[in-house]
């Protein structure tokens, strides 16, 4: 142990507290730690109405701490005794788990659109005394429930597909977390509790193109090995890790999903898997994807396709990644 | 102000008892048929106002606004600032949200927000030439309430 830390036991107190209050409040932030994302894909669908946290029937506290004196309804905030978070989206709308968990209820035999006191859900028990519940979504036998009781489900994995089941006026997702106290199931609100990993909320998984080495058509010769990476910007709310399973983020062909490639190297996982990303990288951080090129076809001119894949979850939206391919031209040996 | 109601118009005039028995006589016989202002050719479903909540009763009624069928008009109408007219139906939620999904457009005004919820929703439209106006859905009893209003937040 250096010297330093031991004179700072010997301080008094009245000079510590200073140091360390400037410590807490002047520090850099600690690397995101995954908590909660939106739960679904769809980055353009928002927040119609959130949580009212107060309890009295004409009294509405939204997340943002506003409080209005009336039962009307505020869109992009709240309304009266609202217990969770609804998202309008397209029935049908695929529905990922907020967070890792296993799945502790499901219900899926009401109609996709039946009208009445229930409908159908799912709900996930997380491993820090919360539960996530999804709720109106289509019935069992129309696709809307993806997993069963006791499976478990990774962060971003769909567990269903939205409907309108239930008291729901149009189809939406009635998202809602709530804390296991032992004896009931408590609502929280995810808005002013700022469970997300990030804030905003983001989808699970997202990613734009920043750049490669060569961004230009690539040259190899024939039965030759050239290196290669392209750099991603994490836009979504997980973070990506190489080693993680399920969710490790790794490049793989596209168009059609995992397909051989005639390009694939010695260093590739497989003959559609070219790499993992290099080293964890949190939401808004850049990632690099190295792997080779080898010039495996006779000569001509070619493309390769790739897109990330969250490997056990799903892959990310290509048009995300700017259509991202690879222009490469195989030349023969002798040239 | 809210207009009088036509049955309050009959008990100060009572002459208009008997010309409004010869209008409904002719009306059974099918000699009239009284324009609706909701009557959209268009429209999915039939949106002619049931008797009683003609849209022309509700002043600051837009043009052409298509009244779900059933729906009854509150009389009176609350006093609440900015609140255009109210009814209820014994339709449930979702159905009259479909309706005001598809009639809407149809009647050819443009929808700026679609906001369903659990027990309730909200939806934004501009009528042609027309302000910014909020149509609030919510619960009232076993059926639903609709509200047309300026827009608040």
Known sequence: MSGAPVRVLFRPLATMVPAVAFALVFAAPARAVDDYTLPFYDAGVSLLYGVDRDPRVGVQLDYTGKTWWDSANHPGRVYDNHTGIDYPMPLHSAVAAAKDGVVAATEGGYGTQQFGQFGNFVRVRHSDGRQTLYYHLASRADGGIAVGYNDDVAAGAKVGESGCSGLCYG???HFEVLVDTG??????????????????????????????????????????????????????????RPGAWPGRIVLGTWDPASHDS??????????????????????????????????????????????????????FDHDDLGGFYVPITVLNQLE | MRVLSIRSRMVLQPWVLAIGSAVMLAACLGSVESPSPSSGASMPGSSRPTAGTSARETPGLPAGFPLMPGMVADDPLPNEPGLIGRWTTESNGAEVYAFLKDALPAAGYRVDLLGPGDTVAVVRFTPPGGQQLQIDLGQAGAGTFMELRLPRD
Do not use: C
């Not at chain 1, 990030?198 to 090995?225: M, S």
């Not at chain 1, 080898?294 to 001119?301: D, F, L, V």
């Open chain 1, 171 to 173: 189809a939406h997702l």
């Open chain 1, 262 to 315: 005639m390009f694939a190297a010695a260093d590739w996982t497989s003959s559609w898997l070219a790499a993992r990303i290099d080293e964890v990288t949190p939401p808004d951080d850049v990632g690099r994807f190295s792997f080779g090129i080898r010039g495996a076809p006779g000569p001509g001119s070619y493309r390769e396709t790739f897109n990330l894949l969250a490997q056990g979850v799903r892959w």
């Open chain 1, 183 to 240: 004896t009931n199931l408590v609502t929280s609100d995810p808005m002013y509790r700022r469970l997300w990993t990030t804030w905003p909320g983001r989808i699970p998984f997202r990613a734009t193109y920043v750049r490669e080495n060569d961004a230009n058509t690539v040259y190899v010769r024939r039965g030759y090995t050239i290196s290669h990476w392209v750099e991603f910007k994490n836009t979504g709310g997980r973070t990506w």
